[in-house]
């Protein structure tokens, strides 16, 4: 069955066409810094906003029109499948990713749960031998079910402890049979409502327990693929204990855990946390933990986690800036976890809405490896810490300094001189790189 029978494949048209299927910045084969744009961006659909998300909201039921919806339970579940590998094939994206229940539902019990997964993962196999979408990562979905409602790995009951711990388990027996390159942990419900009720030390440690076992298991049946944390502040749960990179990385320290562990960042949860998205991507990278991207933008007039998809050039920019000095994502990619608005329910607008973030994105890059080449921020930023390459201020960096001869020397210089930020002039010369961006492209 032909699912978006409206569509052809995608290509790319260049700028000046009028062809709204069709690409104007993403090329994947044109080189830009010695690898191809496929290469850079690792671009990847995510089967739950694409093919599972139906509009719904708590204000009004669902608006989706799909093909494959006039089915039910597994006939959906295959159905699902072969409207996914069309859509890749048409979008010609090199990944997709899932959660297990975006795949396949839930039986009436852990046993026919795993049946129904064996049955659609070996049909999702059988799709991948012919198609070159590979998956980037999966994961278990530990929050949707009400057994979930005190957490999973956090929770106060040691049987969902154990429910999650096979989920996860057969989560990881899953990424070995379908090649994926990461496998994901989100704690949905890893966090608390309420300390009245809360010991924040058992969940935590349960939590750290929780993440060994899935190392040790993954050590056990060979699986190479990197885990991948990825941190929310908040929703469902008030807080939520992976609450962005930086808290994560300490909960990893703590545990011993640093080494086996990167981050897949979404920009909306870092607008969540109250941080840039670009703050949360260099955090990761200067300690070594940058590992993929959940490619989407927050709305900052909303306070919840909206999943639009990207269309913020000078947000795409300064992330592909942080994706570049990392030297790429390595196994990771830029995955578009974002779901169409609930008013743009024809087949189409999930063509539109990723053709959109894909240009977006290639856009970032191109602007991004052109800052870095002609060394805009780097030359700017070196010069404004020159202090520390010389006299008292290398002493420092180099540990020669201490508080006897940093007040010896302060006590001797009492004519401090600082110098401008210059914030304003760098955005501008962002401004000036990406509008001279648009001139320059050819078709």
Partial sequence: MIYFENVNKIKFEGRDSKNPLS???????????????????????????????????????STMVRPWNYYSKMDLAKARVEAAFEFFEKLNVPFFCFHD????????????????????????????????????????????????????????????????????????????????????????????????????????????????????????????????????????????????????????QTYDLQDHFKFNIEANHATLAGHAFEHEL??????????????????????????EFPTDLYSTTLAMYEILKNDGLGKGGLNFDAKVRRASFEPEDLFYAHIAGMDSFAIGLKVAHKLIEDRVLDSFIEDRYRSFTEGIGLEV????????????????????????????????????????????VTV
């Fill in 23 to 61: 690409f104007k910045y993403y090329n994947p084969e044109e080189v830009v810094g010695g690898k191809t744009m496929e290469e850079h961006l690792r671009f990847g659909v995510s089967y739950w906003h694409t093919f599972t998300g139906d509009g719904g909201d708590p204000f009004g039921a």
């Fill in 101 to 252: 229940l975006d795949v396949a539902p839930e039986g009436n019990n852990l046993k026919e749960t795993y049946e129904n997964l064996d049955t659609i993962t070996a049909m999702i196999k059988d799709y991948m031998k012919t198609s070159k979408t590979k998956l980037l990562w999966n994961t278990a979905n530990a929050f949707t079910h009400p057994r979930f409602v005190h957490g999973a790995a956090t929770s106060c009951n040691a049987d969902v402890f154990a429910y999650a711990a096979a989920k996860v388990k057969k989560g990881l027996e899953i990424a070995i049979d379908l090649g994926a390159e990461n496998y994901v942990f989100w704690g949905g419900r890893e966090g608390y409502e309420t300390l009245l009720n809360t010991d924040m030390k058992l969940e935590l440690d349960n939590l750290a327990r929780f993440y060994h076992m899935a190392v040790d298991y993954a050590k056990e049946i060979g699986y190479t693929g990197q885990f991948l944390i990825e941190p929310k502040p908040k929703e469902p749960t008030k807080h939520q204990y992976d609450f962005d990179v930086a808290t994560a990385i300490a909960f990893l």
């Fill in 282 to 307: 260099r955090v990761a990278r200067i300690n070594g933990m940058l590992g993929s991207v959940d490619a989407n933008q927050g709305d900052t007039l909303l306070g919840w986690d909206t999943d």
């Fill in 397 to 440: 960096v180099e540990g020669k300094a201490n508080f006897h001869t940093l007040e010896a020397y302060a006590l001797q210089n009492d004519k401090i001189q600082n110098y401008s930020g210059r914030q304003e002039m760098l955005k501008a010369k962002i401004n000036q790189y990406l509008l001279e961006s648009f001139a320059k």
